[in-house]
Each structure stands twice: as structure tokens, then as C-alpha cells.
């Protein structure tokens, strides 16, 4: 039986990647749904393509070009966001990769989760805003979440059932600006910002890597999907990206992937695991990457990094306010209203600001996310000190 998947965000990144995964299989997998926020025309021609039961369009004033597009197709199209989140539970999906970007991803998520739709897990953002609201609903509604960022993917290819683990170690690229000085910082614009050194991604998550808010979330989703500790969560700069993770385990052993970086694996194997299955595409040639290297993290200049242990420290719904915060920033960033430091001081006030709750009901994720985003704006509209420097 071919495997049924829903994408959510198949217009990204991550979601264009996973059809070619799927292009590549189709004795294996089967496109049920397809989803994306504003892109119609390649929403549809993608629908054209791999002839999915239903698509949906986040933003309902894309309808009807949609519904249009698709007019001599027996697609199903829907609108707005609680479509999206109510098609994530049709009877025949058997996984719904989750590759929307943003806090947005939460709610279809626990809907799937709650329909027992296996979860291969490429929106971080849901696990930094819910982690434990997450967890606690796979295990009672028992779906498996499967990790598709690379380092985690890469961890979860490293354990060994049983064996005991004492730490994971994330690999960190170290983004565009790790070796820039602090005052070289202060001027850096979204341009150079945008040019990952290795990976090819979306805006806001290639922001994050370069601000290293993206390690840091990352740090924060190892905890959910792993368990850790967050003294067991250890992060090191490999600037070439070549292992994308490590573990270590109780007797000192220490286990590696490495690969190229083409996120088409960890998509695949969160597709196929628990067997890995052929995949074509460049190999690692170790003459060629003879030189793999390391290095401490430096969490002054890069002080996301400390915010978001800060945050996964403290708990409760401080994680939702960081995240909440860093979707507020990085669109300001990118719409050049605020400068690439101001990003963290407004980060910074805003968990000082938003009201702390201990145990975050689902209600209060949704509350907390709102407060954060009006109080996150009002600080970058207001304080001069956040404007661009020139
Ligand atoms: N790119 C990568 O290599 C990696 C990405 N990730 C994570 O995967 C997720 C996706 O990243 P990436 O593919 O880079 O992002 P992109 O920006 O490339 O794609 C985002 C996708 O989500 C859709 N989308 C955006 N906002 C909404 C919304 N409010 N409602 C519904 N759909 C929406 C977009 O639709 P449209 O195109 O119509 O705007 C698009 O299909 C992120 O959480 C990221 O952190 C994790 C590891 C690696
Ligand atoms: C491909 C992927 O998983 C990204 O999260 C990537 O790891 C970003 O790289 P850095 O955040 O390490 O720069
Ligand atoms: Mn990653």
C-alpha cells in the first residue's frame, strides 16, 4: 500500500523538496493533500502534477484563482485556515509532513495528532511554542512524531533503543556572520542575512540561522523529541555542516551522521522509517571535505542563543513568547524596520513583559502568542534605539 501524505506548505522549501521525494517514489508514496498560504499557481501546478484528493489555500481571497486553476480537475479546494486544519484529518492520510512555517503550524498539527495521523515533523516552531501540550497528546492519541530538521533527524538516526544517552550535541552552522565582530554586526542587512552558507531555505528560518535563533529552537525542540535535559543539549559550531548532529552515550561512545546538506533525506527517512530507502543525488566525498571543524558557540554576540535556553529553562509559556517575539522581529528585519542586534533586545523585553503562566493550557499558547505579537510591534515601532542602523 502507498504511503498517503499531506503536506502542509508544499509551495516552501521544505514542501517543494518533499514532492521530489515523492516524484521519486511514487511505487511508495501518494500525494492526499496539498497546502499553501498565498502561491496559487504553483499550489495548482503542483496539484496538476501530482493529482491530490483536496489542496487548500490559507488565504482565502486566493480562492477562486485557485478553484479556477483547478476547474477541470477532481480536486477538492478549500479556503482559510480552519480548512487547513480540519483536512489534515481525512480518513486516508497516513502522514502529514508539517512544512509551514511559523506558529501558524500548531493548530493543524494537534489536529492531526488528535486524528492519529503520523507527524513527520519539519515545523519547529509547534514544538517551541507546545512542546509539552505536544508530547502529551501523541502519547495519549499515540502518533508518532518523526523528525525532519536535519539535526534531529540526525540524532534520531544516531539512538539506540535502550541505551542510555548522556548528551546530544547539535551542530550549528554558525550562519553568515559568525565570524563577524560585534560591531560588524550592528550593520548587517537582511541581504547578507539571507545568504546561508550551506543551505538553501526559507526567509524566516534562514534569519533564524543567522541570528542563531534557529539553533536555539532547536535546542528547544531536542528537549521535546528526545526527552534531554537541557544540560544535555550541547550546541557546537561546525561551520562546514557536514555532521549534522551528534550523540553521546553513558559509556563516552559517540555517534555522527553525516551527509551532504540536502534536506530530501531526513524528509525520506521521516517518510520510510523505520527502512531507508534509495535516494538519489550527491555523495559525501571525504578528499573533498577533508577539513571538518569546531567550535565554542559565542552567546554575546549571538544572544538568541542564551534566550532560548533562558527560555526552555523557565518554562511554561516563556518559549510561546520567545517564538512569538522572533516572528514579530525577523519580519520587522526583513521589512528593514528594525536592525539585526534590536532583533534580540526586543526579544529580550518581550519575555520580560508578557505575563508568565507555569502550565500553559492550549488556550493560553493561543492567548500568550497574541499578547506577545501586539507587545514584540509596539516595541519596535517605539523604541528609536531599534530602528536600522545605517
Ligand atoms: N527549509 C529548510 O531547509 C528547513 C526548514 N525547517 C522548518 O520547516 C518549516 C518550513 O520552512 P521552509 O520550507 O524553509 O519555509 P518556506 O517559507 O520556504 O515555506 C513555508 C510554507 O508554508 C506556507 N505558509 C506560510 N505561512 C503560512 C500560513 N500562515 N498558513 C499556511 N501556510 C503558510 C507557505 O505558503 P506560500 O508559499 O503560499 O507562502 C509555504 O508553503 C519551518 O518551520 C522551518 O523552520 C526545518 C529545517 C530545515
Ligand atoms: C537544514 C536545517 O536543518 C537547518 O535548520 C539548518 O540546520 C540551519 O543551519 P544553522 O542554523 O546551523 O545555520
Ligand atoms: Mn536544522
Redesign the pocket.
Known sequence: MKKQIAIL???????TQALEVIAEHPDLYEVYVL?????VDLLAEQARKFHPEAVVI?NKDKYARLKEALSDLPIKVYAGEDA?CQVVESGPIDIVLT????Y??LRPTINAIKAGKAIAL????TLVVAGELINALAAEYHTPILP???EHSAIFQCLEPGNPVSKVILTASGGPFRTFTREQLQTVTKEQALKHPN?S?????TIDSASMMNKGFEVIEARWLFGMRPEQIEVVVHPQSVIHSMVEFADGAVKAQLGVPD?RLPIQYAFSYPVRESLSGERLDFVKCHTLTFEAPDTERFRNLALAYEALHQGGNMPCIINAANEVVVASFLQDRISFLGMSDVIEQAMSKVPFIKEPTYADYVATDAETRRIAAELVINAPSFSKSK
Not at 35 to 39: E, F, H, K, L, R
Not at 99 to 102: K, L, P, R, S
Open positions: 506548505g508544499s509551495t516552501g522549501s521544505i514542501g497546502t499553501a498560504n498565498n502561491q490559507a487547513l512544512a509551514m512555517v511559523g501558524a503550524g519539519a515545523n519547529k516552531e525532519v530538521d536535519s543551505w531555505m526559507g526567509a524566516k528560518i534536506m
